[in-house]
């Protein structure tokens, strides 16, 4: 099976543009989450979310393109755009009959669809934008940035909730360990805070409502958590096998060594600890059974979630006692739902290349349930050689992958 290698990274999210500015927010314990500014809140229990302020999208396509793509595809773009310009890609040198991109998103274009659904209601069907379905389906992500990019290989997409970014991630792998492609783009984005998308969150109760102090509302793994905070963003990745990535002379970020995944088959949202756990396990394997030395979690700081995510983990590693050192950066970024296994492989990375475990932030009360060392709210150096990135989704889809520093 050929070996696939990270050749590039890019991201975008509440607390930064760019994957270097992002992560050293990240890392400082800084928070994205506020007021919400993006639609009027007014009638609605929550309130707050973890917002990309002050994005241009001109800056990565043209103004008139801007109406055909919904706000989830301009920043894809973005993300897109930084991680091939930090692989260095050159279109002239490479093949890009064998380079492709491998999409993802949970809901794809809610924003447009809201709007559109508005306009159908009030001024009737005539007047839907033409734009409307190219604009708000999931995988035009992945066309927006084939063609941005002239990636003719394989164009895949991936709309598995909130584990879609990570099944990216592994779909792009498959498709380079099989010989369908040389290279990959893997781009995770979302952008659902709207008013259906927060309202619809809420109605499930799965939202925190802590709207008097935005900054601490997102607490994985406390015992005062209440529930997830809405963020968007995205993370990108190029993928590419080792031989031909080590011949352009590529700098190589890592390997990715494991990958997993698996399904619940218990409830459409309530997960379980066996989902999360077997895929993890499945990943682990497949590589080996190596000692990792951190795991960047799902983490969502809901009470389901980080109780049994704790619990697999320590069944994983055969107790608390030998679990790695774990953390998760959803406190300072919000849940980005479908965008969020991208943007924490991307983390992941990072941190092994740096040396640093971001923090957990807002992590104050102990939860006797959640009793692993999740790095509570202070950054801290650490030797990484392997680190593990975890997602789980809506209707049990569960996805993990294991990188290694080469």
């Not at 995770?188 to 601490?216: H, Q, W, Y």
């Not at 809405?230 to 352009?248: D, H, V």
């Not at 190596?290 to 704790?310: C, F, L, M, Q, R």
């Not at 030998?322 to 492989?345: D, F, M, R, W």
């Amino acid at each position: 099976m050929r070996r696939v290698v990270v050749t590039g990274l890019g991201m975008i999210n509440s607390v930064g543009h760019n994957k270097e500015e992002a992560f050293d927010a990240i890392v400082k314990g800084e928070c994205g989450v506020d007021m919400i500014s993006l639609f009027d809140t007014d009638k609605f229990s929550v309130k707050i979310a973890a917002e990309v302020k002050d994005f241009d999208p001109t800056t990565v396509m043209d103004a008139k393109e801007v109406k055909k793509a919904d706000r989830f595809i301009q920043l894809g773009l973005k993300a897109a755009a930084e991680a091939m310009e930090d692989a260095g890609v050159d279109r002239d040198k490479i093949n890009m009959d064998r380079f492709g991109v491998s999409c993802a998103s949970g809901i794809g274009g809610l924003i447009a669809i809201e709007k559109n659904s508005i306009i159908l209601e009030n001024r009737g069907p005539r007047r839907i934008s033409p734009f409307f379905i190219p604009s708000a389906l999931a995988n035009m992500l992945g066309g927006f940035v084939s063609i941005a990019h002239g990636l003719k290989g394989p164009n895949l997409g991936s709309v598995t909730a909130c584990a879609a970014g990570t099944h990216a991630i592994n779909e792009a792998a498959k498709t380079i360990m099989t010989g369908g492609a040389d290279g990959m783009m893997v781009v995770g984005a979302e952008a659902a805070i709207c008013g259906v998308g927060v309202g619809g969150f809420a109605a499930m109760k799965a939202l925190s409502t802590r709207n008097d102090d935005p900054k601490t509302a997102s607490r994985p793994f406390d015992k005062d958590r209440d529930g997830f905070v809405m963020g968007e963003g995205s993370g990108a990745l190029i993928l590419e096998e080792y031989e031909s990535a080590k011949a352009r002379g590529a700098k190589i970020y890592a390997e990715l060594i494991g990958f997993g995944e698996s399904g619940d088959a218990n409830h459409i949202t309530t997960p379980t600890m066996d989902g999360p756990l077997r895929a993890m396990r499945a990943a682990y394997e497949m590589a080996g059974k190596p000692k990792v030395d951190y795991v960047n979690a799902h983490g969502t700081s809901t009470a389901i979630n980080d109780k049994n995510e704790t619990a697999a983990l320590k069944e994983l590693f055969g107790g608390k006692e030998n679990c790695p050192t774990v953390s998760s950066t959803k406190g300072q970024i919000g849940h980005c739902l479908g965008a969020a296994g991208s943007i924490e492989a991307v983390i992941s990375i990072m941190a092994m290349q740096k040396g640093i475990i971001p923090p957990t932030i807002n992590y104050t009360t102990p939860d006797e349930n959640c009793d692993l060392d999740y790095t509570p709210n202070e950054a801290r150096e650490a030797e990484l050689n392997i680190v593990m990135s975890n997602s789980f989704g809506f209707g049990g889809t569960n996805g993990v992958v294991i990188f290694k520093k080469i």
